[in-house]
């Protein structure tokens, strides 16, 4: 059964920096493609940042690309976002999602059923 556990959201003021977590489980982490989304109020969920099995091929989402920064850690079955220089727009929760591709998240109509509970950010000006 697959179980995705995220973290390290928080309150924060624009500029600051958190740093996310997703501790996965119920699947083998290394042979799937790792990405975070996020959903807003009143929003569909929003690719934020892909990464490939082996950490190959990485993508952001252009409203994201220079201030957020995704990884992998094989070993603990872990995917992190490294979330600088925040804005109030980030104001979303975040979760993260698996796949066998990494670009796969970046279709307009993918749909994912494994959700987590997701972490909030709360970004203020």
């Known amino acids: 059964q697959v179980q995705l556990v995220e973290s390290g959201g928080g309150m924060v003021q624009a500029g600051d920096s958190l740093r996310l977590s997703c501790q996965a489980s119920g699947f083998t982490f290394h042979t799937y493609a790792m990405g975070w989304f996020r959903r807003a109020p009143g929003k569909k969920h929003e690719v934020v940042a892909a990464?490939?099995?082996?950490?190959?091929?990485?993508a952001y989402a252009d409203s994201v690309k220079g201030r957020f920064t995704i990884s992998r850690d094989n070993r603990r079955n872990t995917v992190y976002l490294q979330m600088n220089n925040l804005k109030p727009e980030d104001t979303a929760v975040y979760y993260c999602?698996?796949?066998?591709?990494?670009?796969?998240?970046?279709?307009?109509?993918?749909?994912?059923?494994?959700w987590g509970q997701g972490t909030q950010v709360n970004v203020s000006s």
């Open positions: 990464i490939s099995r082996n950490s190959g091929n990485i």
């Open positions: 999602a698996h796949d066998e591709w990494s670009s796969a998240f970046f279709n307009p109509q993918y749909e994912y059923t494994n």
